[in-house]
């Protein structure tokens, strides 16, 4: 089966940190650029960070930006979120996804380019 399955969500008070990891199952991530999404109750699905397929540039949200790291390991078949400093704002199911239009990242992340999407992992930030 295609499809990433995502991990690491749990519940942080404010000013916390979080490693969420995204493994890619039946496919090579080498190939593909990856989106980290994430989704609060009643908001739309949002892009917050992408990283290339061949060059690993990285792109990251304006809201978020500073307080999170994308990064990837190929051999693992894995990527990775860094997140820094977190806010109630941050409270979401947070997922990742690959792109299957383009190998480097475009913002603003565009949820139509992307596939094989994972069941999510909840982060919710709170005193």
């Known amino acids: 089966q295609v499809q990433f399955v995502e991990s690491g969500g749990d519940m942080v008070q404010p000013g916390g940190t979080l490693r969420l990891s995204c493994a890619a199952s039946g496919f090579t991530l080498a190939d593909y650029a990856v989106g980290w999404f994430r989704q609060a109750p009643g908001k739309e699905r949002e892009g917050i960070s992408c990283i290339g397929a061949r060059d690993g540039s990285t792109t990251y949200t304006d809201s978020m930006k500073g307080r999170i790291t994308i990064s990837k390991d190929n051999a693992k078949n894995t990527v990775y979120l860094q997140m820094n400093s977190l806010e109630t704002e941050d409270t979401a199911v947070y997922y990742c996804?690959?792109?299957?239009?383009?190998?480097?990242?475009?913002?603003?992340?565009?949820?139509?380019?992307?596939?094989?999407w994972g069941q999510g992992t909840q982060v919710t930030v709170s005193s």
């Open positions: 996804a690959a792109n299957l239009m383009r190998v480097r990242c475009v913002e603003p992340l565009r949820t139509y380019e992307y596939d094989y």
